[in-house]
């Protein structure tokens, strides 16, 4: 098994700025993957950005060039910054783990709203 634990989230206007942090324990050897998902009130669950080990990392186009990613293997944790944000972001975004299974944090909401 591996725990999550998540943190930040919150309220912030149009173009402003957030940090989401992760951070794994438990069987965190079996980790290949980290990242993050969002869902939207009536919408499904989408892929925001993903970091597998080997340093490949894959983001949904919607959030390229305003999000980044960052991941510590040794430290098991990975971290979204996102900036730029848009009203359209606004979801509970959940921290994401593939090993030998999957994982999932409880989320963290993020309201994009002026």
């Known amino acids: 098994q591996v725990q999550l634990v998540e943190s930040g989230g919150g309220l912030v206007q149009p173009g402003g700025s957030l940090r989401l942090s992760c951070a794994a324990s438990?069987?965190?050897?079996?980790?290949?993957?980290m990242g993050w998902f969002r869902q939207a009130p009536g919408k499904k669950r989408e892929l925001v950005a993903l970091?597998?080990?080997?340093?490949?990392?894959t983001y949904a186009d919607s959030v390229k060039g305003r999000f980044t990613i960052s991941r510590d293997i040794p430290k098991n944790t990975v971290s979204l910054q996102m900036n730029s944000l848009k009203p359209e972001d606004t979801a509970v975004y959940y921290c994401?783990?593939?090993?030998?299974?999957?994982?999932w944090g409880q989320g963290t909401q993020v309201t994009v709203s002026s």
């Open positions: 970091n597998n080990v080997g340093g490949g990392t």
């Open positions: 438990g069987r965190t050897f079996t980790i290949y993957a």
């Open positions: 994401y783990v593939r090993g030998i299974a999957e994982f």
